[in-house]
Nanobody, 122 residues
Framework: QVQPVESGGGLVQAGGSLRLSCAAS????????MGWFRQAPGKEREFVAA????????NYADSVKGRFIIFRDNAKNTVYLQMNSLKPEDTAVYYC???????????????WGQGTQVTVSS
């Protein structure tokens, strides 16, 4: 079992960059696939990116492909989301999640963090 904790959110201007971190407690972090999701006000939680337990596979939503990069450091029990060329429509609460399915839907992840707010101003 792992418990993700997100950090790194904040306010940034359009075109800027942010790096989110997700530190997961538990000695079995390297056994888990990790995902990033986001939820804007009044909208459903949506998939952003996922990375396999080894880091060898990644998957991205079309809306962030080419702008966001997901990577992990298993020695630090941490997964990252590097967000570049940010747009106002990227504004949302970003959540980190863990499970063993390498999924792209929220239902495929059992373990969730509390989220971190990202606001992109125009």
């Amino acid at each position: 079992q792992v418990q993700p904790v997100e950090s790194g959110g904040g306010l940034v201007q359009a075109g800027g960059s942010l790096r989110l971190s997700c530190a997961a407690s538990g000695r079995s972090f390297s056994n888990y696939d990790m995902g990033w999701f986001r939820q804007a006000p009044g909208k459903e939680r949506e998939f952003v990116a996922a990375i396999s337990w080894s880091g060898g596979r990644t998957n991205y939503a079309d809306s962030v492909k080419g702008r966001f990069i997901i990577f992990r450091d298993n020695a630090k029990n941490t997964v990252y989301l590097q967000m570049n060329s940010l747009k106002p429509e990227d504004t949302a609460v970003y959540y980190c999640a863990a499970d063993v399915n390498f999924g792209i839907t929220a239902a495929e992840y059992r373990y969730w963090g509390q989220g971190t707010q990202v606001t992109v101003s125009s």
